[in-house]
């Protein structure tokens, strides 16, 4: 195995994309938990998450594994990596202020001082572009996440420009590339 990554996946209509990223960290060799926020679930549901990593997925900040830890903490100390793809304007401004009232925002908030983070945005271009985004991006660098992407192209809403999810083997890559 090459690390454990907990794959966070929010709210955005490349959620599905996710699935392939994921397929794609387990073929090569990480061991990949998802946790899925409530938002994620409106495109897509744990099931083919699960299916592929072989894990069950994390859905709520309550969930409970086997043993007595919550999932959420249990996960967090045991992550090489928070991997979130995609990472709404939501998500970063959640992360950026130290909320933790989902399952993802516990986990970032409890993870393991060695533990990488790495964050591939998706959102209207406007969305990426706004100062408040902008602001919370700097304040999580500042905090050592890394990013990956957006890239341009044509957006879901119709617009053309920057916000799209970053190419998943490229995401693959890179993720894998910080665990050595």
């Known amino acids: 195995m090459r690390g454990k990554i907990v794959l966070g996946v929010s709210g955005s209509i490349a959620a599905h994309r996710a699935v392939d990223l994921a397929s794609l960290l387990v073929k090569a060799g990480a061991s990949?938990?998802?946790?899925?926020t409530a938002e994620a679930q409106k495109f897509i549901t744990p099931l083919p998450f699960q299916t592929l990593s072989r894990n069950p997925v994390i859905t709520d900040l309550y969930d409970v594994e086997e043993g007595?830890?919550?999932?959420?903490?249990?996960?967090?100390?045991?992550?090489?990596?928070?991997?979130?793809?995609?990472?709404?304007?939501?998500?970063?401004?959640?992360?950026?202020?130290?909320?933790?009232?989902?399952?993802?925002?516990?986990?970032?908030?409890?993870?393991?001082p060695k533990a990488k983070l790495l964050a591939a945005p998706a959102m209207n271009g406007k969305m990426w572009l706004h100062p408040a985004t902008q602001e919370n991006v700097a304040v999580l660098k500042k905090?050592?996440?890394?990013?990956?992407?957006?890239?341009?192209?044509?957006?879901?809403?119709?617009?053309?420009?920057i916000g799209r999810l970053w190419p998943v083997e490229k995401i693959a890559r890179e993720a894998m590339s910080l665990l050595q």
């Open 32 to 36: 990949v938990h998802v946790v899925m």
């Open 68 to 112: 007595w830890k919550p999932a959420h903490i249990e996960l967090a100390d045991s992550a090489d990596m928070l991997l979130i793809a995609p990472a709404t304007a939501n998500t970063l401004a959640k992360l950026a202020l130290g909320l933790a009232d989902d399952a993802l925002g516990g986990i970032a908030l409890a993870l393991g």
């Open 143 to 161: 905090r050592g996440m890394k990013f990956i992407g957006p890239e341009k192209g044509l957006l879901s809403c119709g617009y053309e420009g």
